[in-house]
């Protein structure tokens, strides 16, 4: 089958490894490849060199290799689920990246440039995001580290209705994913003091706290509700 695949092929493609000849070959999540294919990737690294399937062609590759895993790889060695050679052969040098929630300062940059993204991808006008939302993912804890961060902001561009992303209503629905080491983080009373501060810093002033927050007056007057905040008639001007 796969030779006559080639047989009929109208046009030659090029693999990965020969794309990235002169350059870098980012292989992300590395200690989820098949243990036959790190073999195979160990030769092509070792000897420089590729054949490319249905060719009897070798092709020489000057690459830079990066490799990304968030597993503990010399466990999975023990395991017998990862060749050391191959493991000793990419491991020239290392970086640690913490997690995210261990660098909440790295929040903001990737916010920003991930409303960016999203706004080019999906043909849409670059969104505000307030410092309250920024606030509120800073003391998220994130499981799923910057990929669920991104998830948050996109999830953010399908279910805002107006030119502010409404984040805190996205990473609500998350709560539920935390593992028992996250429980300490209570979104809810997090959202509650959050509000409640909006309330003063906007003298109790229902719409300039609507602004604040980057939510709609009538979401605003749903979460009060929500968490039990009243306004004194005397004190809401309107």
């Given amino acids: 089958m796969i030779k006559k695949h080639f047989t009929d092929a109208k046009e030659d493609r090029k693999g990965y490894f020969e794309l990235a000849h002169g350059g870098t070959l980012f292989l992300d999540e590395v200690a989820d490849m098949p243990i036959t294919l790190q073999g195979k990737l160990l030769r092509a ?4 060199q590729i054949k490319p399937v249905g060719s009897d062609k070798i092709s020489n590759i000057d690459i830079r290799l990066i490799c990304a895993t968030n597993k503990n790889i010399e466990k ?14 990419i491991n020239t040098l290392t970086i640690q990246i913490p997690p995210l929630r261990e660098r909440p300062e790295d929040i903001k940059p990737l916010v920003e440039y991930f409303i960016k993204y999203f706004a080019i991808k999906k043909n ?13 993912l800073e003391k998220y804890p994130f499981p799923g580290n910057v990929r669920e961060l991104r998830n948050i902001i996109e999830r953010a561009f399908l279910v805002s209705r107006n030119n502010r992303l409404q984040i805190s209503e996205c990473i609500g629905s998350l709560e539920n994913k935390m593992n028992s080491k996250e429980k300490n983080f209570n979104l809810v009373e997090n959202e509650r003091k959050l509000i409640g501060e ?7 002033h229902q719409q300039r ?5 980057g939510i709609s007056r009538d979401s605003l007057i749903r979460k009060m509700k929500k968490y039990n905040l009243f306004i004194s008639k005397n004190l809401n001007s309107e």
């Avoid at 706290?209 to 927050?213: E, F, G, I, M, R």
């Fill in 45 to 48: 690294v070792e000897e420089r």
């Fill in 209 to 213: 706290t609507a602004d604040l927050l």
């Fill in 76 to 89: 999975l060695i023990v395991e017998g689920k990862f060749r050391q050679d191959f493991y000793h052969r």
């Fill in 198 to 204: 909006a309330l003063k810093k906007a003298n109790f």
């Fill in 124 to 136: 849409r006008p670059l969104p505000e995001v307030t410092a309250v939302e920024i606030q509120i």
